[in-house]
Every structure is written in C-alpha cells, then in structure tokens.
RNA sequence: GGCCCCAUCGUCUAGCGGUUAGGACAUCGGCCUCUCACGCCGGUAACGCGGGUUCAAUUCCCGCUGGGGUCGCCA
C-alpha cells in the first residue's frame, strides 16, 4: 500500500525550521515511496490562527520545494483540510462517544481548575495538578457550558511500536482525563488529529519528539472509536545551541529569515535533514539524491544542537556547486538581491558570464550580489581604503599604460589578456604585484575581486579600458 | 516531582563485539597565489561513570549520573 503522510502546522506565525524539518522527513517519505503527501491547517485555537499565517506557510513550502498533494488551494478527496471547516464531523463523533460512555461532559469551569492548579502550585511547585474527576461519574448532562472530557481507563498501559524509538509503553494511570471538546464547541490537538488522521487515510505519523507524549492519548482515542492506529514515527528534537528548545531567541527560527539571509532552500532543506538522520558520511545532497537516500533506518534518536556555522557552511557547499544550483538557478536567485540593491536591470547574459567568478567567494546570496555589484554599477563604488592604499602616484602611469597595452588585445580572453600583461610588465621590470592590485581598484572599486583577466573579460574591452584609465585618473589626485 | 525518552570530538554524525574510533563544520598550522576566496596537506579534539555478559566491549544487559520532552479549554 501506498504510504499517506501529512504535515499538519498550526497557522499561527511562520514557518519555524523545525516544523520544515518534520513536513521534510514527511515529504521525503512519501516521495520517495511514491506515496501521498497531505497538509492540513490545524487552525481550531481561533484566537491565534489567521489567514496570513497560512499564506506564509505555504509560501515557504513552496521557496522549499515540498509541494503537498492534498491540501489547501489544491483540494483533494479527504477535505476540508481546514480543521477549522470540520467541526461537524467531530460533534458527530464526539457524540458517539459520550453516548458510549467513553467520554462526558465536564461542568467545571475554567477558572476553578486553574485556580485549583495555581493553588497546587503555591504549595508545591513541582507537583503535577491532575483533574480531580469531578464530572467523571455525573449522570445528568445538563445543556450548560460544558467541555468535553475522555474517560482515561485507570488500569492498564498503553504501547506502541515507534519506528525510531522502538517500542513505548505509558501506563494509564499516568493519564487524566484529558479535554477533547472545549467550552466553545471547538476539538482539540489530540481529538481532531486522532480523527483527521484517521479519515484521511494517513499511515504513517511523523512528527517531533515533543509529541510522543500525546500519541498514547491518541491510541486511546483509536482504541475508543474502533479504528486502526496509524504507524508513528517521532524525531529527535532540534534544540538551541545551548541544549534547550530552540527559539528565536537563539538564533533566526523561520524559514523565511533563511530566505531573505541569501540561503538557497535545497542548502536549508540539507542542512535540516542531517538533524537526526544520516547517510554514511555523504553530507550534501541534491533533492532527488535525498529522496533516494532517505530512510526510517538511518534516523538517529539523539537530540541535536543547532550550529549556525554548519548550517551556513551546508547553504555555501550548495551555491558554490554548479552541480547543486545551476548557472540559470544560481542566476534567478540572485536576482531579488541584486534589486534590493538597486541593480534592477541587470543583463542576464552578463550576469551569467558574471556568476562563475564569485560562485566560490559568495557564501550567500546576499553575498553574491555584493560580490557582482561593481560588474553591474557604473562607476563602481569606490572603497575609500583600498583607494588610498593602491591608486597612489605610482600607480597612475602603470593604469595608464596597461590600458593601452591591453587596448589592443585580440582576442579578448582571459588567457590573451594575461600573456599581454605579463608581457609588458616583464618589458617594464615589474612582476604582477606591482600593479595587480591598483588595477583591482581601478577596475572593481575593491581590493579583493575574482582574478583580474577574468573580470576585465566579464566588463568587456571598452568598460575595462575606460576603468582603467579612471583609476589613473583618481591615482593622479 | 510523576510519566516518557536519550547519551561517540566544541557541533552534526559514522560505527551495528575485535577499528591506529572514520567523515564534516568550527579551530590551529602550512601550501597554492595578482587580492579575496576556492582547493590541497597536516595538527588539536570524543566513546559520561560503575557493575555485569564475553576470549574480547564504544558496541549487549543493569544501575548511577547527566541531558531533553511532557504533565493546558496550545498544537
């Protein structure tokens, strides 16, 4: 059978790097296996969930490159996959339940417990606050404010078998009875994901270890509707680099700062999944690689810290690459950044030419359009110290008679160019040192640049010219 | 605190009874060189502790210690 994955995110801010990593192990799977990938909005805490929040998910889904099958704006057989739509089907079957006495309506207010459980607290802070069962054995169920509580077995335990962790076992008593249906009509986590998973057909649960406390709550649930559990998969969580829970506080959680820092999203996607699985000691992968690679088998139970350096590392193996980011890719990335610049119209084919120059000095995208800036800008920014350290008095003739040395040059190449200046320096007693950097200045407005024969060919014979002699010009004054 | 889970370099990890414990990032040297990078060569650096099991434990079992998760009318 075809495995059904889903990545459920609750639409109430971006998309944060840890759920990208579950959607990922979700959607590498189902890849992978040639199965389906579902996403649903779990958006039934109405006072956080809003639209914008779900608009911004999908986007970053998308810049990732993980599209859903079924879903939002694609629709699908098992909707609506807004939870926020399904509050029929759950009335229904928390109906069911209660007429089966396996759940009941609890009259106790909100208020009162936490009061209860601030009192507990005071007394003792680490002691855990457990409902007292008030409403447990009541057989009327007066139409009041009510919420609706599961009747937890007492006895027992619940097991199952994780496909990391192996098997789990939780005794019953270590549970209480937990809500399903809040004051306001609205399911909670476990009631509609037990009941969603299920309609929807899902097979395999993946998600972040944080949630493998709810899943025997969910068996429980299984177990009392009468239905097959899926299988459940939980991960190893990502935490800060101190050892706790990874927030912003630490370091940019979303997905999007990634994006607007100049990450590539197959660099985001790597790094994301080396986090608590591994393949041998192949570190960088391309998508399709990654899908071939992928496996329950090699996904570790260890928590791991989040190490901004790898992380940045594993983006620049990516754009350095041109087996992993395309020329054409490369080129269309960097694009929004070169107009963050101002650079709005910047010639593709120049741009091409431009790119294999700084593939390799360009740690981001945010980088790489720094780095191209000069090629695009006329006149070049000019960086005060590398001027004053390089256009000296000295200087201006050397500029001078390397731009009528090199006027001539046919073709011109790389190659061509150095043979004729190495040529002239030897003629002039100079080596390259002597006037390398000044014609660095000169031509990019900075000390550090590509090598010189390979910028001059990407600025042509008349903008390398004219540079040039600028720098002559500036050196003179 | 109850319940659940985890444990190899600073970090991500390989290892699935016998290895000089490997790779990558970071870090420190060096080489290359027209600058900056890239690249290349090399160094420092790990099996938490204590018991078992075994001819042999990083590896299997138990305990301890340490760490994390969770205990909401959030998801």
């Known amino acids: 059978m075809k495995p059904r994955l889903r990545f459920a995110p609750s639409p ?51 810049w990732l490159g993980m599209d859903w099958d079924e879903g939002p704006e ?60 008030t409403c447990r054995d009541r057989t009327d169920q007066p139409d009041l404010p009510h919420v609706v509580r599961f009747k937890t077995p007492r006895e027992g335990s619940t097991e199952f078998v994780d496909k ?111 986090f608590g699985w591994s393949f041998g000691d192949q570190e960088i992968f391309g998508k399709q690689q990654l899908i071939e690679a992928f496996g329950w088998d090699r996904v570790g139970k260890g928590d791991g810290k989040f190490d901004d350096k790898k992380f940045a590392d594993v983006a620049f193996e990516h754009l350095k690459r041109e087996d992993l980011t395309s020329l054409d890719e490369y080129a269309s990335s960097v694009k929004p950044f070169l107009d963050a610049r101002g650079l709005t119209d910047v010639p593709e084919a120049a741009l091409k030419a431009a790119i294999p120059g700084i593939r390799e000095r360009a740690r981001t995208l945010v980088d790489a359009a720094n780095d191209l800036d000069y090629y695009f800008r006329e006149p070049p920014e000019l960086d005060d110290k590398a001027r004053q350290k390089f256009l000296t008095k000295e200087a201006a003739p050397r500029l001078e008679a390397l731009a009528e040395t090199l006027s001539t040059v046919e073709p011109f190449t790389a190659d061509a160019l150095e043979a004729r200046a190495k040529h002239w320096a030897e003629q002039q007693g100079l080596s390259m040192k002597d006037f390398a950097q000044a014609a660095r200045v000169a031509l990019s407005g900075r000390s550090a640049s590509p090598p010189l024969f390979d910028v001059m060919v990407v600025l042509g014979r008349e903008r390398t010219l004219a540079r040039l002699r600028r720098g002559a010009e500036l050196a003179k004054s």
């Open 164 to 274: 990391v962790f192996g098997a789990i076992s939780t005794p019953n008593a270590a549970q209480q009875d937990f809500v399903l249906v809040r004051t306001d009509g609205y399911p909670l986590y476990n009631l509609a994901a037990t009941i969603d998973d299920h309609l929807m057909d899902i097979t395999l649960v993946a998600r972040a270890r944080d949630h493998i406390g709810n899943t025997p709550q969910q068996l429980l649930l299984y177990r009392a509707f009468g239905w097959e559990p899926p299988e459940f998969a939980h991960l190893p969580m990502m935490l800060s680099p101190q050892g706790d829970k990874l927030s912003k506080r630490h370091t940019a959680v979303s997905v999007q700062e990634y994006r607007d820092r100049g990450f590539p999203p197959m660099g985001v996607l790597n790094y994301i999944v080396r």
């Open 12 to 62: 109430s801010g971006y998309l944060h790097i840890g759920g990208a990593r579950t959607a990922l192990f979700n959607w590498l799977w189902a890849r992978s296996q040639g199965g389906t990938f579902v996403m649903r909005v779990e958006d039934t805490d109405q006072e956080r969930s809003s639209i914008e929040s779900v608009r911004a998910i999908l986007d970053a889904f998308r």
């Open 74 to 133: 694609v629709g699908g057989p098992h909707g609506p996959y807004f939870q926020s739509e399904r509050k029929p089907i759950y009335k229904e079957l928390v109906e069911g339940l209660i007429r089966e006495g396996k759940a009941y309506r609890c009259y106790c207010t909100k208020e009162e417990l936490d009061r209860q459980r601030e009192q507990l607290k005071a007394r003792n802070p680490k002691a855990a606050f457990v409902y007292p069962g």
